[in-house]
DNA sequence: ACAACATACAACTAAATGGTTGTAGGTTGT
DNA sequence: ACAACCTACAACCATTTAGTTGTATGTTGT
């Protein structure tokens, strides 16, 4: 493959761990927007504000569609489900420490190599 | 409020955008691990790891006690179910968008007051 | 007491990030 | 045709970040 997972993690939550970012990611999950109308709503140049989308874009978390002289950026719900599933994994690993932790108050004598290097 | 929910979802989503600390946050999310513990996972320095695991902190995906002379790092499932209730309120906007297209699909006549600036 | 160990932090460097301004190309309407 | 508009991108700058090494402090076991 040419991206790894990591790879595309990493291109998913850097561009969550920008406030501007997640505030365009809001608006265009809600509606189509273009990026100048999205520009208006920020106090900073439009390249600015086009280059968010950008990273947003590249993150796959949002799509642009040309109409016109206009381009059209809508949020894809299908990646922020998977940046959400991602996190169910990390809580699935910790459900799996208590489950650990059952093991062992039911059963104190078992050895069950928790450890293993 | 000191620091505002922005602030702490930069914290989040920053802390998450990097590979080697998901790999840590999924290891103490399975149990609780020393700092030289994790460190020796990694080909980096114990302080590059450290200071990862400080990131963590910071962010409140984990928290260390102190046993003795080590530090001991364990996952925080309640911040990790905090960061995925933040995208599904974001998911909650995309589906405001399709309840939209439904009211305009449903009455076609209606001036629905899509854009109110 | 002391050596080995675990952590924490400061100081530094290279690379990435978030912003700026400027320029260039495609689209629209008169 | 042409002016106004929308987008894209390059070049630059200040700040942050991810790594390094070195040093200081506390803990453990002999």
Redesign the interface.
Known sequence: MSTSD?DR??AW??A????TR?DI??RV???EHSVTALAQSYDMSFAAVQKHVAVLERAGLLTKRRQGREALAS?D?EA??S??LM??E??A??R??IA?MDELLAAPDTPTT?ETD
């Open positions: 990591e993690a990493d939550f850097h969550l761990a920008d406030r997640r990611l809001r999950l809600a509606g949020g719900v922020v489900r940046v959400a996190l169910g990390l809580e690993l910790w799996g420490r650990r928790t």
